[in-house]
């Protein structure tokens, strides 16, 4: 069965700080993998999108690494801003016959001053 | 350039009656896709559409149509709501079909009473 699991469910943190998210998926074969962020009461916003020969993406401080041979994915923030307060969602582009969207349920991070 | 764009914001409606949700991409972008999202089961997908085509549809029942215009705005209809179907709907404007970087707009949030 297509999954894709995200942890931790939520995550917080304080200003400044590092921190990484993982995403683990079970999603065969896949076309992209994409990590959105979503603010409350928004529509979720695109991150980065890797294919499955890319191993890193950096948008700003957000950089995200994937390792197609263990279906692993994480995004690392960089330097925390209050405004990173957000849920971030992994999406993984399913290949098989007409394309899926198989979305993770989310990591809700929160970043204290 | 105007992102995405989805009437109305927020809507309230009785059990067995039906409701209309209605988006427009951004200019240009051909392709709009909808999902339905709640706090149990996160973002699912429900249908791509394409030059006034549905390309793509997820697992939900009958009751979850479509249909696109050739404006490329598009609608989406409920009927015979159900209390589960109280979500926040989002709709995703690409430039392209199935795998495209997709823009999402604030959403629609259904409550059914």
């Known amino acids: 069965k297509n999954q894709v699991e995200q942890s931790p469910q939520s995550l917080i943190i304080l200003e400044g700080k590092n921190c990484t998210l993982q995403?683990?998926?079970?999603?065969?074969?896949?076309?992209?993998l994409r990590w959105y962020k979503q603010d409350t009461g928004r529509g979720p916003v695109s991150l980065t999108i890797?294919?499955?020969?890319?191993n890193t993406k950096s948008n700003g401080r957000y950089t995200a690494t994937l390792d197609a041979d263990t279906k692993q994915s994480s995004l690392h923030i960089t330097a925390s801003q209050l405004s990173d307060s957000a849920s971030y969602i992994c999406?993984?582009?399913?290949?098989?016959?007409?394309?899926?969207?198989?979305f993770g349920t989310g990591t809700r991070l929160k970043v204290l001053a | 350039k105007a992102g995405v764009t989805q009437t109305p914001r927020y809507l309230i409606k009785t059990r067995g009656q039906q409701v209309t949700l209605s988006c427009s991409p951004i200019?240009?972008?051909?392709?709009v896709s909808w999902y339905q999202q709640t706090p149990g089961q996160g973002l699912q997908f429900l249908f791509e559409?394409?030059?006034?085509?549905?390309?793509n549809k997820g697992n939900f029942p009958g009751r979850f149509s479509g249909r696109q215009f050739s404006n490329s705005r598009s609608e989406m209809n409920v009927s015979t709501l159900e209390l589960g179907d109280s979500a926040l709907y989002l709709c995703?404007?690409?430039?392209?079909?199935?795998?495209?970087?997709?823009?999402f707009g604030p959403g629609t949030r259904l409550t059914v009473t």
């Open positions: 995703a404007s690409s430039s392209k079909l199935q795998g495209g970087e997709q823009y």
């Open positions: 995403c683990n998926y079970t999603v065969s074969p896949f076309s992209n």
């Open positions: 890797m294919t499955f020969s890319e």
């Open positions: 999406v993984v582009i399913g290949t098989s016959g007409t394309y899926k969207y198989i």
């Open positions: 200019s240009g972008h051909r392709s």
């Open positions: 559409y394409f030059s006034e085509t549905q390309r």
